[in-house]
């Protein structure tokens, strides 16, 4: 409950943000704060420096993009998103999931960028947007730079985003037909996730990214067929943990039902 | 034979009791106003952080807390070596070996459980107590853990407690009836070799904590805390710190809910003590949820072994043999009393008559067990109804028919128990009846089928509960013959204040059971008054002289000792009401004034009356020319209620060991989804019997909460530990408490069979909720009959639980075994 | 502008306006809590899971233990004192009594605040609703059943004087 | 916590055990070394700031090479105290032949104690096979630079290699060594 002693900086633009995260050691983004805070009053890891983005109004846009998919902004939170009508429009999954997060007090708090750069192995967007394709944009001292889902999760908290640099937005392909899917076992309704896994399906083409079953979403593209689903799922590369809420035995049972279930919502849909 | 004489039961007047008016308790818990310990503050206070060992088991080789004194804003530090000096270790109840046990408020020469404190550093702010706590060098030799009760008791295994000798913190054998006759008498015996209750806690959403003051003139500290058995605390505490028991004065408001988590504080208030007299300044200590979790009780962990239940083919069961391993975790605090505490119910809800039990409490490196929630009884009544179903479903009987069978019926109460228990009334029988009706039992069939049109098992499980309330704390002689507790007490002071105010102060305290509104209902009707004209100060308070040895709220008891106390200290005080009415309005004797509206009347002339405000004025400030038989009349009266209690008879372990004993009989009906082992509680109903009911929507409160309580341990919560000894869930983002989603809308019903032992009729009924999880596990085997009737052998069944039932269901049943005549 | 390891803040509580020198370590509800002693606002977890802090921040219901200080600088926060209006309970306090939705009144401040942020945004909740929005609020007195029943009564306005 | 696994180097036997053997260049594989100290060729401390995504651990870990028989097999002890975490690891290098090259296999049981692993294990458990890789990919580069040519990719049954992927922002490249973790 009790933080060690940190730097604290509230930046008024993403420029001076970025310069902030470069020239401070340790220094991490705060966004919503609902991972990282936890993390530094365990103090089981304590960030040195903390850049405050809750100044940065343009980051929390949520906006149609020219192509008819979406964009939005790191800073959105969950709130944002489930009372969006672009996201309802153009990617209804977006706040279909988002609503099943954590709590209302949360979700006030808790941001799109915040989920996908802590990148907990139970947190629920890293695998929609592994299974929608989306496009993170990152900002460093030399401008920004595109990375794809599938380059953007490294490892338990650690993605694509560097020392020095900052995710300003994430962006979705429009669904021209295709449809998403999302489904999860959790523990009690609505909680933390023991396996999910988001499906994106167009014609009978699935991308399906698992979540809870390795350090990042483990992303199968498939025939959208639910043997063909569960297969590719069985044969996958996964080491899912054994903890208290499950072994991995169970774990990788569940990621093949869920996986099939989120198929078969997307189907429905498309 | 020791049953009590019933006396008469004075049915209370329709009067305030029995209805739900608004709490007094209310009004300044809604506005935030409520005083809970880490509200109050004083000038110069310190905070402190506990040090606390990283093993499980380890010797302390060195602590160095030289680094942490240096920092600028530290106060001061604490360490074991001082605590082992400056006071005695905490008395113990058991016998040898368990007696040699030294507990003392920080870990001395050695480190037992993960989380146990072995240093305090105090400082200016919160934080900087945390970070100085950090500077402290301890280094330790680790030692091998061992984890499991029943390994623990085997040679060899590594032993906590050098000075004991052994792991065994107390063992013996009960023995009642004649099994063996019950053998030759059966025309089966199922065996089933493991059931196992889990490790949990009630958790209160307010974790433990104190500020402590330290007055250096008269040697006297203050606690302003939450434990909820100030009695029995400063009998621990006192002799430790070498002081008088008036030298520790506890007070407590408000308090954030207990479930039992707040009876062992001692250790944690004897080294803020030793503090707050080292520093001389106050000094305020806040556990942490994981400080809770990881170093605070925890439920009784009890292990059933090599069960032999006789029984008859139509299903009547004639007795139990069992082996039950108990694990005290690393201290015995409050336990061994565990040890026989579960024999207030020894045959559950049933007529069995031949019970053989082997008993035995190992410690291990884990937290300590503490009273949580149906304490030591929830695990009896858990392991009577598994026995039940499985008995029922190996013998292809229906497990409903089978406890109405062997269930004890209303007419044969007050039943002596094999053991000399006394169920004082209920009808276990008719409460079933009604919890079927509220799930809809006879449509049954019909959702079965429709749950497997959608992939779903449906199961129906029953689950009974007996909740004793107000122990007879001579069953502790039955663990230690020498010990010298027996019996129970309650105290309650009511007086007339100068302006005739009633003001009513207890010995209980309160966190939530509406102590105060109960309280004024009871007086209200006795002194002709209302509710509002009753002011019960909140909390508890040493100094105001109205508690005893066990005061406190714990063990179902307030509803029987605390109102008893109130209603003794309120007779009293209308007597001298009457008494000092009748010689001011010159009637021919106090039997002639009655008490209405406030006002002392005489029943020929209701004109001639004297308002409690003149008596007040009178006695206090007015008082020249009384006559001398007015001499006691102070209009202040003290009560102390002693339940009718005999102790039990040693060699036997023969007598009565509870009051009073409520009935709660749930009935739940389950949807299990085959492909995950996820499932849900479609329907569920709680019947309630717990006497004559004073305010019936705090008694539904009661039930609603207890019932959330096992619903949670039944699915979500559980306190595992890994090989390292180190606790899983040691917060709430692993241990799941359901919240207002996870909860199954919960249908009620309830009946009143009074008590005949006590005079109100009432019965404490808070710890009735454990039947949520005996429902749960018999509505799981029974959905689950269909695809290879797997035996639920434990208390916890979370999803991946069932799920491997579901997988295998064999394996489950490898340890059942029926033998036919 | 460079990192600070503190900062002063001015924070508006219950229309009055603090101003005060605050560690950037330091937690919301423990300034709430110790430094403006307005201690209705309670803690009872360590990860932000049980919603015993829960406060209103510029009109959205927020976990206080999961916000620095720092980062409430110039931000408007309603606790649970202010309710009540000059001795006269919110509707939603008073519906809490007459349903029997509080026992140990823990929990009663995180759970008020909830309720409010609901009602100020859903004047007709249907159950689950209520249920979703007391989701980060754990109780372990009353299992719920109480509290869904007053927050419904409160929406309907038939709460007694 | 056990994982274990295999490398392959195109070095002999020699010069992998040379690494192996020195305290100075084990000492410098820990993640995050900020500093480190030789007691003596059996014994050395490092300081380390473990990165962990979301801050980094800081730790002082004690090192005792417990077996040593070059240059087949060498086993080393590490004890660590950080902030509220205590790690105790034993890992076990065994190096045989393998045409030019050599083949290691190595075990590594680590135990994680105190408020790090309140943390949970589903999260503790992938960081610990993160930290496992970075030591490994430190070994490599290491014989690398004495000349060994480049580490043929990883194979091994053992957590770490598969499913994660083995860079981090710190060691981020253009071209990330090793398999991406998603097909």
């Known amino acids: 409950m009790l933080l060690s002693e940190v730097g604290y900086a509230r930046p008024a633009s993403v420029d001076e943000a970025v310069r902030l995260l470069a020239e401070n050691d340790g220094a991490r983004p705060l966004a919503g704060g609902q991972t990282i805070v936890n993390v530094m009053k365990a103090r089981a890891a304590a960030p040195d420096v903390l850049v405050d983005l809750g100044a940065l109004e343009d980051l929390r846009a949520i906006a149609k993009a020219a192509d008819g998919g979406l964009e939005l902004g790191a800073m959105a939170t969950y709130t944002q998103v489930i009372t969006s009508g672009d996201i309802k429009d153009a990617r209804p999954i977006l706040a279909e999931v988002a609503a099943q997060i954590a709590d209302v007090q949360v979700r006030n708090r808790g941001t799109v960028g915040g989920n996908i750069c802590s990148n907990d192995p139970t947190n629920h967007l890293p695998p929609v947007m592994a299974a929608a394709g989306a496009t993170m944009t990152i900002a460093g001292a030399d401008g920004e730079r595109e990375v794809s889902a599938e380059e953007f999760f490294l490892g338990v908290y650690m993605t694509a985003v560097g020392e020095g640099e900052l995710l300003t937005k994430v962006t979705l392909p429009a669904l021209n037909g295709a449809a998403d899917g999302f489904a999860a076992i959790t523990i009690g309704t609505d909680g933390t996730c023991i396996v999910n896994a988001a499906a994106t399906v167009s014609r009978d083409e699935a991308r399906v990214a698992l979540g809870c079953v390795s350090a990042t979403p483990v992303l199968l593209t498939v025939a959208a067929d639910e043997d063909a689903v569960r297969e590719a799922v069985a044969g996958a590369t996964i080491d899912p943990p054994s903890d208290v809420h499950g072994s991995a035995d169970y774990r990788r049972h569940l990621a093949a039902v869920v996986a099939a279930r989120a198929v078969a919502q997307a189907k429905e849909g498309s | 034979m020791t049953t009590v004489a019933p006396d008469q039961v004075e049915a209370p007047q329709k009067g305030f009791a029995g209805t739900s008016i608004p709490r007094k308790e209310d009004k300044r818990l809604v506005q935030g106003e409520g005083v809970f310990f880490d509200d109050v503050k004083r000038h110069g206070m310190g905070y402190v952080h506990f040090v606390r060992s990283p093993y499980a088991h380890a010797g302390i080789v060195s602590i160095d807390v030289s680094a942490a004194e240096a920092v600028e804003g530290v106060y001061g530090t604490l360490i074991g070596e001082e605590v082992a000096a400056q006071t005695d270790p905490f008395f113990e109840m058991s016998t040898p070996p368990g007696s040699e046990i030294r507990d003392y408020a920080l870990a001395v020469g050695k480190v037992r459980f993960a989380g146990e404190p072995v240093a305090a550093v105090v400082a200016e702010t919160r934080e900087l107590a945390r970070d100085a706590a950090e500077l402290v060098e301890v280094e330790y030799e680790p030692l091998e853990p061992v984890l499991d009760a029943v390994a623990a008791a085997e040679p060899g295994a590594p032993i906590l407690h050098d000075e004991a000798g052994s792991n065994v913190v107390w063992s013996g054998k009960f023995e009642w009836g004649d099994f063996d006759e019950a053998l030759a008498e059966a025309d089966h015996v199922v065996k089933i070799d493991r059931l196992y209750f889990h490790r949990f806690s009630s958790t209160p959403l307010e974790c433990a904590g104190a500020l402590v003051e330290y007055d250096k003139g008269i040697a006297q500290w203050t606690l302003h805390c939450n434990h909820q058995m100030p009695g029995i605390g400063i009998v621990w505490m006192a002799p430790a710190l070498r002081v008088g028991t008036d030298k520790l004065r506890i007070v407590t408001q408000d308090i954030g809910g207990g479930f039992g988590n707040k009876i062992t504080l001692h250790p944690y208030f004897v080294a803020l003590c030793l503090l707050a007299r080292k520093l001389n300044r106050p000094v305020h200590w806040t556990e942490w949820r994981t400080d809770q979790h990881t170093a605070n009780t925890h439920g009784n962990e009890r292990t059933f072994l090599d069960v032999e239940v006789p029984v008859k083919a139509d299903g009547t069961m004639l007795g139990f043999k069992v082996r039950a391993f108990d694990d005290a975790g690393a201290f015995p605090r409050y336990e061994p009393l565990g040890c026989i505490i579960w024999a207030q119910v020894t045959p559950g809800c049933y007529r069995w008559r031949h019970v053989l039990v082997d008993f035995t409490q190992t410690c291990t490196n884990k937290s300590p067990t503490a009273p949580n929630r149906g304490y030591s009884r929830m695990q009896q009544l858990w392991f009577t109804e598994r026995v039940i179903d499985v008995v029922a479903h190996e013998l292809d009987l229906d497990p409903v028919e089978v406890r109405k069978r062997n269930y004890i019926k209303s007419e044969e109460m007050p039943y002596e128990t094999p053991n000399g228990c006394v169920y004082d009334s209920g009808d276990y029988a008719r409460c079933l009846d009604i919890a079927l009706d509220l799930i809809g039992y006879d449509k049954l069939e019909e959702r079965r089928k429709d749950a497997e049109s959608r992939g779903k098992l449906l199961g129906v499980g029953i689950g009974s509960t007996l909740d004793s309330g107000t122990n007879n704390f001579g069953q502790s002689q039955l663990l230690n013959p020498e010990l010298q507790f027996s019996g129970n007490n309650e105290v309650a002071t009511a007086r007339l204040d100068i302006f005739g105010e009633v003001v009513v102060t207890l010995g209980t305290t309160p966190q939530g059971q509406s102590h105060e509104t109960v309280t004024s209902q009871v007086v209200a009707d006795l002194l002709g008054i209302t509710p509002d004209d009753v002011h019960v100060r909140a909390g508890h308070d040493s100094y105001w002289n109205s508690h005893a040895g066990f005061s406190g709220t714990y063990a179902s008891q307030f509803a029987v000792t605390g109102l008893e106390a109130v209603k003794g200290a309120t007779l009293e005080l209308a007597s001298q009401i009457r008494r000092l009415a009748s010689v001011i309005l010159g009637a021919d004797g106090p039997d002639d004034i009655v008490l209405e509206e406030g006002m002392a009347k005489r029943k020929d002339m209701p004109e001639a009356a004297l308002p409690f405000m003149a008596c007040g004025a009178i006695i206090n400030v007015n008082n020249a020319g009384l006559p001398p038989e007015l001499d006691d009349v102070t209009l202040n009266c003290r009560y102390v209620y002693r339940p009718p209690f005999q102790v039990p008879d040693h060699e036997t372990k023969f007598g009565n060991l509870t009051l009073t004993y409520a009935t709660q009989i749930h009935a739940c009906v389950v949807e299990v989804d085959r492909e995950t082992g996820v499932y849900e509680i479609v329907d569920y109903a709680a019947v309630d019997d717990c006497g004559t009911r004073i305010h019936p929507q705090i008694v539904e409160g009661q039930v609603h909460g207890a019932t959330a309580h096992a619903l949670g341990a039944a699915t979500f919560e559980t306190f595992p530990y890994d090989e390292d000894g180190m606790l899983l869930t040691s917060n709430f983002y692993d241990y799941h408490v359901p919240h207002a989603l996870d909860m199954p809308p919960l249908k009620t019903g309830f009946i009143e069979s009074p008590s005949p032992f006590n005079s109100l009729g009432t019965k404490g009924m808070g710890e009735g909720g454990g039947a949520g999880i005996h429902c749960v596990c018999a509505a799981i085997q029974d959905a689950l009959r269909p695809v290879g009737n797997p035996v639920v052998t434990e208390s916890h069944n979370p999803y991946h639980r069932v799920w491997e039932l579901l997988q295998d269901p064999a394996a489950s049943r490898a340890g059942i075994e029926v033998t036919g005549r | 502008m460079e990192p600070v390891t503190s900062k002063r803040i001015t924070v508006t509580v219950n229309g009055a306006s603090y101003e005060r020198d605050v560690d950037a370590r330091r937690l919301l509800v423990h300034v709430i809590r110790d430094d403006l002693d307005l201690t209705g606002t309670h803690i009872g977890c360590d990860t932000g899971n049980c919603g015993a802090c829960t406060v209103i921040v510029d009109g959205l219901a927020v976990k206080s233990c999961m916000m620095l200080a720092v980062q409430a600088d110039g931000v408007s926060i309603e606790t649970v004192e202010s309710l009540a209006s000059d001795d006269e309970l919110h509707p939603l306090q008073r519906a809490f009594s007459a349903h029997h939705a509080l026992q140990c009144g823990y929990c009663t401040p995180g759970m008020l605040m909830s309720a409010k942020h609901l009602l100020d945004n859903n004047s007709e909740p249907t159950e689950n609703e209520i249920r979703r929005a007391i989701q980060g609020n754990i109780c372990r007195c009353t299992g719920y059943v109480n509290i869904v029943e007053a927050i419904d009564a409160a929406a309907r306005g038939e709460v007694p004087a | ?183």
Request: hydrophobic residues 35%; negative net charge; without cysteine.
């Open chain 4, 1 to 183: 916590m056990k994982v274990e696994g295999t490398r392959r180097y195109e070095a002999s036997r020699e010069r992998v055990w040379d690494v192996l053997n020195d305290p100075a260049e084990m000492a410098g594989l820990m993640p995050g070394v900020e500093s480190f100290e030789i007691v003596d060729d059996t014994h050395w401390k490092a300081k380390v700031k473990v990165p962990l995504g979301l801050g980094s651990m800081k730790m002082s870990i004690d090192f005792e090479k417990t077996e040593s028989r070059p240059p087949e097999h060498a086993s080393l002890h590490a004890k660590g105290k950080g902030v509220g975490a205590i790690m105790s690891m034993e890992t076990q290098f065994d190096l045989g032949e393998d045409g030019g090259g050599t083949e290691m296999r190595w075990q590594a049981d680590v135990r994680i104690l105190g408020q790090v692993a309140s943390m949970g294990q589903r999260v503790v458990q992938p960081i610990v096979n993160q930290q496992v890789e970075q030591v490994l990919n430190a070994l490599d580069a290491r014989v690398a630079a004495k000349g060994g040519g480049t580490a043929a990719p990883p194979e091994g049954s053992s957590g770490a290699e598969e499913g994660i992927h083995p860079g981090s922002p710190e060691a981020y490249s253009d071209d990330p060594k090793g398999p991406t973790h998603s097909a």
